[in-house]
């Protein structure tokens, strides 16, 4: 509904809009700032943690999808499914394949970009993958990554030399933590999926209109459908984080081309659409001509069954 609004306006003015999880063309000192303290934090910032810290805020975009769970227990089984399967997410909608006007050899530069932003606030967060793990361990992981300010009702103070951990015990210049200063703190956080009120999937490109829903269709036919979410969970429970976190590197170049245990990894993800499929039919849910949310995934199906993401078209 968005793009249709704007597609009129775009026409007369002779503008096409790129679906894209990398900017192809721009060059960072051709980008502008948006004019926020925190961004201005952030400038200064991560450039001392990463390689690609401005490249994150400034030329990447992403779709994103937001899904509930209804207690710990269920949080943690969809937060560890998720983080097991972000990498195969990111080849499946890879659509960033240019840098700075030319192709840069890959599918993907987002997916490059977020392997050096800020080690300590980013990835997938190992703590997690211990089957016994809860709310504690994510906390935890959280409360030792750095802080980027603290907030007041007048008053925005830059503090980038203190984990959250050390603002709970010691506070910062006369400022002791509220419950605020906590979720602003969680959302300064970019894991791969991240756990707030609701579950935050976070590894794919932004993409062109025809597969912008198959995001949030395939995450929903994998984690609201009883069925799927054990079949899923089943099929990936014994990848380690070592595996996993050691596939990640080559995805931006290879996206479906590369190889999990000695398989395609297309092979997997074609799977994963099968589950997710199956899921999205069972839950029932119809559109005004009867046609159930699988729909959907339809265009992405066609791709993923050739081994090629969004960037090869």
Do not use: C
């Amino acid at each position: 509904g968005h793009l249709a609004e704007i597609r009129d306006v775009s026409d007369d003015l002779g503008v096409a809009w790129l679906g894209m999880g990398f900017h192809p063309l721009a060059k960072q000192v051709e980008l502008d700032w948006v004019p926020k303290t925190r961004y201005g934090i952030m400038n200064t910032y991560l450039p001392t943690k990463g390689t690609y810290g401005l490249d994150m805020m400034r030329r990447t975009a992403t779709v994103q999808a937001n899904f509930d769970y209804r207690d710990e227990a269920d949080a943690m089984r969809k937060l560890r499914l998720s983080m097991r399967l972000s990498p195969v997410i990111t080849a499946m909608f890879a659509s960033s394949p240019f840098y700075e006007g030319k192709p840069f050899g890959g599918l993907s530069y987002r997916a490059k970009v977020w392997l050096s932003v800020d080690h300590e606030r980013q990835g997938l967060v190992p703590a997690i993958w211990d089957e016994k793990a809860g709310y504690r361990e994510y906390v935890e992981w959280a409360l030792d990554a750095g802080m980027f300010l603290v907030k007041r009702t007048d008053l925005l103070l830059k503090n980038t030399g203190q984990s959250f951990r050390s603002f709970m015990n010691e506070g910062f210049e006369g400022h002791k933590p509220v419950a605020s200063d906590w979720e602003t703190h969680l959302n300064t956080l970019f894991p791969e999926v991240r756990l707030k009120r609701t579950l935050e999937v976070r590894g794919a490109d932004s993409l062109p209109t025809r597969y912008a829903a198959a995001l949030p269709a395939l995450w929903t036919g994998l984690l609201y459908d009883e069925k799927a979410l054990a079949e899923a969970i089943s099929l990936t429970e014994s990848f380690s984080y070592d595996e996993i976190a050691a596939l990640r590197p080559a995805i931006g170049d290879t996206a479906l081309a590369g190889t999990f245990r000695g398989k395609p990894l297309a092979d997997l993800a074609n799977r994963l659409l099968d589950i997710a499929t199956q899921g999205l039919g069972r839950r029932g849910y119809l559109d005004r001509d009867g046609k159930a949310e699988s729909r959907h995934l339809t265009a992405l199906a066609r791709l993923t069954a050739q081994g090629k993401s969004p960037a090869h078209e």
